[in-house]
Structures are given as structure tokens and as C-alpha cells.
């Protein structure tokens, strides 16, 4: 991404601390989360879609940089998509072993394309069961999780450290003698 290009429109006196563009999925590179930090909002624009593949819009979220308390990012395991995922792969194993060692009486075939299938899905829903995610928490506690790519985890830890240093500066009061609208709490 461009440092120089903006992709929303600043006050005057804004200044931009950090931003960056990442994938919300390993698997589908269409989507990027794109997240823009100044000296008074955070924004994040996340992609929305059908089905997770057809591009339905956006959303744009801000936050007030003043009521963020946190920034952070993590990975965390999904716990329905790996339950559901583990089962569908031990179904799919089943039917398998019965497809090879079974009866000779022709049922073979449906056994195998089926658990073939169940332990394929089974498969792709244990690995889309870790996600990475970047975590924003105002002063109240909530907070919002926007998905990203494993791939980009570095990425948006370095957009986390800048947001957080830009996060602690606007809490800074203004230099003794300085201008109102200078970054002091009463702004």
C-alpha cells in the first residue's frame, strides 16, 4: 500500500500514524482489511461477501482514538468449525476403511466417494479453524475482531504497534505553549 494514498478523507490538521492492507483469508485473496490509524480515529474497512466469494461491499468501522484501549493481535481456534470439522473427518474415515475392507456385495463405491468426501471437508474445516484476527477494545470493554490472513499476523502487529504508539500520544497532554488543537486530551 501506497503511505502517501489515503483511502479516506482527512480533517486538515490530521495526521496519519499508520495503516496497512491485509488479507481477511488464507485461501481467498480477494478480501483485504485495510486499517488506517491518525491522531483522531482508528478506521478499519473490512470487505463484505456472499458465501464468503462473491464481493458484497464493505464495512467501515472508526473509532474515536480516545476511547481505544487496546490494539492487539492474536490467533485463536474456532471451536464449532474444528468439532464439526473433527467429526466429518472421523465419518469420512469410517466410511473409507469400510469402503476398502467392507463387503464385496458393490457398496464400496458409494463408501469411498463419500468418505472421501466427509474426510476432505472434515480436513478443510480443522485448518480454517485457526484464524488470526486483529482485536480492537474501547474503554467500555468491547470488543471488535476483524479476521485476517495467518499469513499477514506480521503485518498487523507492526500496524498494532504504530496504532498503539499513536493510540498513547494522543492521550499525551499538548507541549506548554502550544496551539489548541495541538493533540492535548481537552481537544
Same mark, same amino acid.
Given at each position: ?23 481477511? $483469508? $488464507? ?27 462473491? $464481493? ?98 506480521? $503485518? ?32
Amino acid at each position: 500500500m501506497d503511505p502517501d494514498r489515503v483511502w479516506i478523507d482527512l480533517a486538515p490538521d490530521e495526521r496519519v500514524g499508520a495503516q496497512a492492507d491485509m488479507r481477511t $483469508s $488464507s485461501l481467498l485473496g480477494r478480501g483485504r482489511l485495510r486499517l488506517l490509524a491518525t491522531d483522531r480515529r482508528i478506521v478499519a474497512r473490512r470487505p463484505g461477501t456472499l458465501l464468503g466469494l462473491i $464481493s458484497a461491499g464493505y464495512t467501515k468501522v472508526t473509532f474515536p482514538v480516545h476511547s481505544v484501549a487496546a490494539i492487539a493481535v492474536g490467533v485463536r481456534v474456532r471451536a464449532l468449525p474444528a468439532v464439526v470439522g473433527a467429526f466429518f473427518l472421523a465419518v469420512g474415515a469410517a466410511l473409507l476403511a469400510f469402503g476398502v475392507w467392507g463387503s464385496s456385495s458393490g457398496s464400496q463405491l458409494p463408501a469411498l466417494s463419500l468418505g472421501g468426501f466427509g474426510a476432505v471437508l472434515g480436513a478443510i474445516l480443522i485448518a480454517s479453524a485457526r484464524v488470526a484476527e486483529v482485536s480492537i477494545t474501547n474503554c467500555a470493554g468491547d470488543r471488535i475482531r476483524l479476521p485476517i490472513a495467518l499469513r499477514d499476523r506480521q $503485518s498487523a502487529a507492526a500496524f498494532a504497534d504504530r496504532a498503539a504508539t499513536v493510540v498513547a500520544d494522543a492521550g499525551r497532554p499538548a507541549p506548554r505553549g502550544a496551539a489548541p488543537g495541538a493533540g492535548g486530551p481537552s481537544d
